[in-house]
């Protein structure tokens, strides 16, 4: 770790919120940076930086961190070669199975200074296991509207929908997150429509109305797509929201 420092003097910008959570949550004190955001936990006492897309190098670099914590997905490249360039070490993860976010967490948190597995990370692994799928049913999982984008290949939100038997009808497209048009999804024809808060936030009256005919499924977005602690209680969410719209 550059710096010198030991792990108790640490000081870490985190460039996610779902690492933001969980450094927050198992090393208190050792975050002096976060985005805009960061919302969890509540009364997050760092120094805020910018968006995930566009983050204030310069202020960052003014907060002397030790280490700066990344995801290739939800941060920039150009951004993260200038934190390098500015003398700063990046850590980027890669998260795009459950079973990725468990192991990557696991090297951020050991490089934040915690020598060991936090419970809350051993309790996510354990609820994880002892998932049992609801059904077979296919589904497509919007991610935003105007223009429609959702869930397509290689991604940790399919990852968890499919452990509760949910196939994501676009998991084969070319694209993670690929545009298309409302007529095309409906006539896929799912079991369900998946509908997360964010990073749109759809609700009842804002989404359902697009799929007539289609149960559908209003899930917390944190628990589908963040990767921290909520993972220890978003087995339970998730199963109840989709057991819910496929009564």
């Known amino acids: 770790m550059s710096g010198g ?63 700066v914590v990344a995801n290739e997905e939800e941060n920039r490249a150009a951004d993260l070669d200038a934190l390098r ?29 915690e020598p060991r597995r936090p419970r809350w990370l051993e309790e996510a692994e354990s609820a994880w296991a002892s998932v049992t799928p609801i059904g077979e049913l296919t589904a497509v999982v919007p991610i935003w509207r105007r223009p429609w984008m959702v869930l397509g290949r290689d991604t940790f939100a ?28 409906r006539a896929t024809g799912p079991d369900l429509v998946v509908l997360p808060d964010e990073p749109y936030r759809f609700t009842r009256d804002d989404g359902p109305e697009a799929f007539p005919g289609t149960a559908a499924a209003l899930v917390d977005g944190r628990m589908l797509t963040w990767y921290g602690p909520s993972l220890a209680e978003a087995p339970r969410a998730l199963a109840r929201a989709l057991r819910a719209a496929h009564r």
């Open 5 to 67: 420092r030991g792990a108790g003097s640490l000081r870490v910008v985190s460039l996610v919120p779902s690492l933001t959570e969980a450094v927050a949550v198992t090393r208190p004190g050792v975050l002096v940076g976060v985005t805009d955001w960061c919302s969890h936990p509540a009364g997050l006492d760092a120094t805020r930086i910018g968006g995930t897309k566009n983050p204030d190098v310069v202020a960052i670099a003014g907060l002397r961190p030790d280490l």
């Open 85 to 113: 360039a500015a003398g700063l070490e990046v850590l980027v993860t890669e998260i795009r199975t459950l079973d990725q976010g468990i192991g990557e967490l696991a090297r951020v948190l050991a490089a934040c200074g």
């Open 158 to 185: 399919g990852d968890l929908l499919a452990r509760f038997g949910v196939r994501n009808l676009y998991a084969e497209h070319p694209e993670r997150y690929p545009r298309i048009p409302l007529d095309a999804l």
